[in-house]
Nanobody, 120 residues
Framework: QVQLVESGGGLVQAGGSLRLSCAASQTISNIHAMTWNRQAPGRQRELVAGISPGGRTNYVDSVQGRFTISRDNAKNTMYLQMNNLQPEDTAVYYC??????????????WGQGTQVTVSS
């Protein structure tokens, strides 16, 4: 069973930066997409950024221009560079890998989450 482990969260002042990492326990084949998601208290989990196997990226409007998603296939690791953090970015951040399995079935793998807190 694939395990994803996030790291890099913490407490930062507004305007600061953090880099989140998501390390997979093994190489994941047939990746459909990889995403970062976040969930703030009292709110639904939302997609923050995604990256396709070909390297195409997309972002939610609120982080466009401030966050960058990337991946290092050799290290089985995905990153989220977060710059100019704002208090509204405070949330638990989760990484997700979607794998296409036999028959075209899509299967999700999620990390345990890492807390990001931005003070004003």
């Amino acid at each position: 069973q694939v395990q994803l482990v996030e790291s890099g969260g913490g407490l930062v002042q507004a305007g600061g930066s953090l880099r989140l990492s998501c390390a997979a326990s093994q190489t994941i084949s047939n990746i459909h997409a990889m995403t970062w998601n976040r969930q703030a208290p009292g709110r639904q989990r939302e997609l923050v950024a995604g990256i396709s196997p070909g390297g195409r990226t997309n972002y939610v409007d609120s982080v466009q221009g401030r966050f960058t998603i990337s991946r290092d296939n050799a290290k089985n690791t995905m990153y989220l560079q977060m710059n100019n953090l704002q208090p509204e970015d405070t949330a638990v951040y989760y990484c997700r890998v979607i794998q296409r399995q036999t028959g075209g079935v899509l299967v999700d793998f999620w990390g345990q989450g890492t807390q990001v807190t931005v003070s004003s």
